[in-house]
């Protein structure tokens, strides 16, 4: 049997000092997490992390760079996650739009609340994408090639 990832895409996201997550009930436990979700079939990466920012979030996202490419080992589900994440800006709120039933609420948090909830992140991931945000680490779009 061939070994396949899981493909993921991220969107971090920091509007007036504070980073958006989405709260949402995972293994019998809320979580934290960047608006983030698998890539779909015949799906560009970057329409993925649109798409998913928008179930998640009721929001458009517009993606204006790459923060980085992630591979983190879930040993206790022998999963591994390839994760594109991405930095940009909200253009939209659809106000009509309901969440991702998964979705509990959406939060805008500061860096030090989300460190205060370090054990309820999702993975490990959410905190280093954000750290990498912080960091500078913007990489330009046109890294990614969608052939077709």
Same mark, same amino acid.
């Given at each position: 049997?061939t070994w396949?990832?899981?493909?993921?895409?991220?969107?971090?996201?920091?509007?007036?000092?504070?980073?958006?997550?989405?709260?949402?009930?995972?293994?019998?436990?809320?979580?934290?997490?960047?608006?983030?979700?698998?890539?779909?079939?015949?799906?560009?990466?970057?329409?993925?992390?649109?798409?998913?920012?928008?179930?998640?979030?009721?929001?458009?996202?517009?993606?204006?760079?790459?923060?980085?490419?992630?591979?983190? *080992? @879930?040993?206790?589900? !022998?999963?591994?996650?390839?994760?594109?994440?991405?930095?940009?800006? &909200?253009?939209?709120? /659809? $106000?009509?739009?309901?969440?991702?039933?998964?979705?509990?609420?959406?939060?805008?948090?500061?860096?030090?609340?989300i460190i205060?909830?370090?054990?309820?992140?999702?993975?490990?991931? *959410? @905190?280093?994408?954000? !750290?990498?945000?912080?960091?500078?680490?913007?990489?330009?779009?046109? &890294?990614?090639?969608? /052939? $077709?």
């Amino acid at each position: 049997m061939t070994w396949k990832p899981h493909a993921t895409v991220a969107a971090v996201i920091e509007e007036n000092g504070k980073f958006l997550l989405v709260e949402e009930h995972v293994d019998g436990k809320n979580v934290y997490n960047q608006p983030a979700g698998h890539l779909e079939a015949n799906e560009s990466f970057i329409n993925a992390v649109i798409r998913e920012t928008e179930e998640e979030t009721a929001t458009i996202f517009q993606p204006d760079y790459l923060i980085g490419l992630y591979r983190w *080992v @879930l040993t206790a589900k !022998d999963r591994t996650y390839l994760r594109l994440c991405f930095g940009g800006k &909200l253009t939209e709120r /659809l $106000e009509n739009q309901a969440l991702d039933p998964d979705i509990i609420r959406t939060h805008w948090l500061t860096y030090d609340e989300i460190i205060a909830k370090r054990d309820s992140l999702r993975s490990p991931l *959410v @905190l280093e994408c954000i !750290d990498d945000y912080r960091s500078g680490k913007h990489y330009p779009l046109e &890294l990614l090639k969608d /052939l $077709e």
